[in-house]
């Protein structure tokens, strides 16, 4: 029977111990990131099966260690009481969190909240930014909203032109119907002149979002 021959390593073959240690270093974050979906999964499934102490619990602990999906969780569930004593406070700090740490969930409802004073002061101007910063971030949803306020002039100074571009990309990046449906809508009421000026807009927000 054929052996495999045995592989040695030969002193004059030059070895790349970063190769090797940059590998080791993606498996090691491999693995402590399917640790983390399989946490997170444990905790949506107890939250969706009404074992809510335990869901809070799993969140926090996630929360803790940076994930920001339960960071987003774990701030609905001090909010409305779910799970814990309801702690307005704590629910704000989580829900901040997750948006600084780029969850666009929390952004979108952080603009959402502004923008109608659901239980905070309402500020338009506030609600601009966590939505520009959703949309920023890829989020249709956002998108569609800060659309909405230029479209409106809420929380910053109206912009037909820049509405109109906002929704577009609602609807090219989130496949959302309402959205071209209402970017068209919109646009058949804009002069010959702001159509032209709104289709220069899309080009300019897809080459630059911040421009």
């Known amino acids: 029977m054929q052996q495999h021959p045995k592989h040695r390593l030969r002193s004059n073959e030059p070895v790349d111990f970063r190769l090797i240690n940059m590998r080791i270093f993606l498996i090691l974050v491999f693995s402590l990131f399917v640790v983390a979906c399989s946490d997170y999964q444990r905790a949506r499934s107890a939250y969706e099966g009404g074992d809510y102490q335990k869901a809070f619990e799993l969140f926090k602990k996630l929360s803790e260690s940076g994930d920001t999906r339960a960071e987003y969780d774990l701030s609905k569930m001090y909010l409305q009481g779910i799970g814990t004593k309801q702690d307005v406070g704590q629910g704000w700090l989580w829900m901040i969190k997750a948006a600084d740490h780029g969850n666009t969930m929390a952004m979108v409802e952080l603009g959402g909240r502004y923008e109608f004073g659901v239980n905070l002061e309402r500020d338009e101007t506030q609600a601009v930014f966590w ?30 032109a820049r509405g109109y571009a906002w929704m577009v990309i609602s609807a090219q990046k989130g496949g959302n119907p309402i959205a071209k449906a209402e970017a068209d809508a919109y646009k058949a009421k804009l002069s010959p002149e702001l159509q032209v000026k709104s289709d220069q807009m899309v080009k300019q927000l897809e080459a630059d979002p911040n421009s």
């Open 131 to 160: 939505f520009k910063k959703a949309a920023l971030a890829g989020s249709s949803v956002g998108s569609y909203n800060l659309a909405k306020m230029y479209m409106d002039g809420r929380g910053v100074k109206q912009d037909p």
